[in-house]
Each structure stands twice: as C-alpha cells, then as structure tokens.
T-cell receptor
Framework: DSGVTQTPKHLITATGQRVTLRCSPR?????VYWYQQSLDQGLQFLIQ???????AKGNILERFSAQQFPDLHSELNLSSLELGDSALYFC????????????FGEGSRLTVL | DQQVKQNSPSLSVQEGRISILNCDYT??????FLWYKKYPAEGPTFLIS?????DKNEDGRFTVFLNKSAKHLSLHIVPSQPGDSAVYFC?????????????FGTGTRLTIIP
C-alpha cells in the first residue's frame, strides 16, 4: 500500500461526457502528479501541483484540467471525452526536492465508449 | 520527442539467471534515474535509483549502472526469481527547479521462466 488513494478504480462513460478523478496523496506529501498510461504506452506526465499551486505542465489536453485543494487532495477533470481518452490515469505524490521517488496510487481505469 | 527510451518491449529469462534491462536517454538535464516495477492492476512501485554523479548503485539483488557518456543505464537482477515477472519502467528526474517530474520510458515486460 503506497498510501496514495485514487477513486474511482474503474469508470465507463460515453463520448462527449465529463468525468472527475480523485486522488488523496500520502500523508505529509505536498506534491501531486497526474500521469496517463494508454495501451502499451509509457506513463505520460500530465500535470504537477505543489501545495495547491500548479508547478509543472506536461502534455495535458485543453479539455483536461486539474486542481489541488487546501486539504491537498487533487482532482483531474476530463471533459468532452473521446475514445482516445480511454487509459489508466495514475496519481502520485512525493516530497519535492528529493531523489525523485514517487508513490503511485493504483490508478483509475477510464473506458470511453 | 521521447527523452527516455526502452527499446526492448519484452524479455524472458530463466529463473536463477541474470536479467538485464536497458534504458537510453537523450537529455543531459537529469539528476536522478530510477527504475519502477509494475504488476497488473497495481500502480508502479519504486525499485532503485541512481544519482547522476554515480555510476553504480546496488540494493540486494538489484544493481543499476549508469554510463553518462553513452547516456545509458541498465538494471541487473541477480538471481532472477519468478516474483520479478513484471513490467519495468525506467524514469529520469529533471534537475531544474519546477521540473522535478519524472519522464518515463515505455517499459519492458520481464518474464521469469521457472
């Protein structure tokens, strides 16, 4: 158990819809990262938050947005969903300024039909 | 522009033998390199890391080697065990402030044959 909690674990929805994925980081970790893993692909960095502020942005589509709340949990919002958005979405947390070790949740599997 | 590459999608190794997983990178602005292991239906878990100022780091059966001139790192697992069967991701951490994210390779699926 990494200490990072993601909900929901599985989600099936239709094209054009909007979903919200939720992440609770490990206790004490201020930094939250979101990654996307499509079929047979590596983990693609989407966005990082540190203590409520956006810190780094990767290949995140404009239809996607995220935020980190005062209690440090984070949400990833995916809108106008397309078939190609079907993927595993991982949240990870860490202590910043360290060796780079991230603690990952079990992921949220999104299926867009 | 894939900055971290794992060119072998899969690898099969006999139990008890050495497993060698390889990774290449193109960006010199990384200060740590890491290996993560992933089982099905689970998130990746940290395995071992190496600082860019070192060329070897060992932890039990796992050793990571870094060749900066070749921009290449490898993970050695000796001896390989059936529980080592998983997908292994190589990752690199950016050195710049505000760029601490990890850049991952596409993974190598390791199968240990009993």
């Amino acid at each position: 158990d990494s200490g990072v909690t993601q909900t929901p674990k599985h989600l099936i929805t239709a094209t054009g819809q909007r979903v919200t994925l939720r992440c609770s980081p490990r206790s004490g970790d201020l930094s939250v990262y979101w990654y996307q893993q499509s079929l047979d692909q590596g983990l693609q960095f989407l966005i990082q938050y540190y203590n409520g502020e956006e810190r780094a942005k990767g290949n995140i589509l404009e239809r996607f947005s995220a935020q980190q709340f005062p209690d440090l949990h984070s949400e990833l919002n995916l809108s106008s969903l397309e078939l190609g958005d079907s993927a595993l979405y991982f949240c990870a947390s860490s202590v910043v300024y360290d060796t780079g070790e991230l603690f990952f949740g079990e992921g949220s599997r999104l299926t867009v039909l | 522009d894939q900055q971290v590459k794992q060119n072998s999608p899969s690898l099969s190794v006999q139990e008890g033998r050495i497993s060698i997983l390889n990774c290449d990178y193109t960006n010199s602005m990384f200060d740590y390199f890491l290996w993560y292991k992933k089982y099905p239906a689970e998130g990746p878990t940290f395995l071992i890391s190496i600082s860019s100022i070192k060329d070897k780091n060992e932890d039990g059966r796992f050793t990571v080697f870094l060749n900066k001139s070749a921009k290449h790192l490898s993970l050695h697992i000796v001896p390989s065990q059936p529980g080592d069967s998983a997908v292994y991701f190589c990752a690199a951490k950016g050195v710049n402030f505000g760029n601490e994210k990890l850049t991952f390779g596409t993974g190598t699926r390791l199968t240990i044959i009993p």
